[in-house]
């Protein structure tokens, strides 16, 4: 069973920048397509970026909120997944967590959190 651990969250002001990291040890990582997925205070889960793994060739696929300003990389040899947030924005404040892109899902983690404020 693949564990999940994301990490790099923090507090930024409006149009700033953070990378977060997910670390999955255990096998199976390579071969899924993975994502991110953010949740707002009283809001549900959403799947926020997403990427595929085919060979050398990576797909990836943004929600309109985020497109322009979110990259999502991913480093099989390494079993980590990347998010790169910039130009962020209030409405971005959630707790961030990577996770596959379908079910069935790897157990949750904890997830990191970010907060955007002045």
């Known amino acids: 069973q693949v564990q999940l651990v994301e990490s790099g969250g923090g507090l930024v002001q409006p149009g700033g920048s953070l990378r977060l990291s997910c670390a999955a040890s255990?096998?199976?990582?390579?071969?899924?397509?993975m994502a991110w997925y953010r949740q707002a205070p009283g809001k549900e889960r959403e799947l926020v970026a997403k990427i595929t793994s085919r060979g050398y060739i990576n797909y990836k696929d943004y929600v309109d909120s985020v497109k322009g300003r979110f990259t999502i990389s991913r480093d099989n040899a390494k079993n980590t997944l990347t998010l790169l947030m910039t130009n962020l924005k209030p409405e971005d404040t959630a707790v961030y967590y990577c996770n596959k892109a379908t079910g069935p899902y790897y157990t949750w983690g904890q997830g990191t959190q970010v907060t955007v404020s002045s």
């Open positions: 255990g096998s199976g990582f390579s071969g899924n397509v």
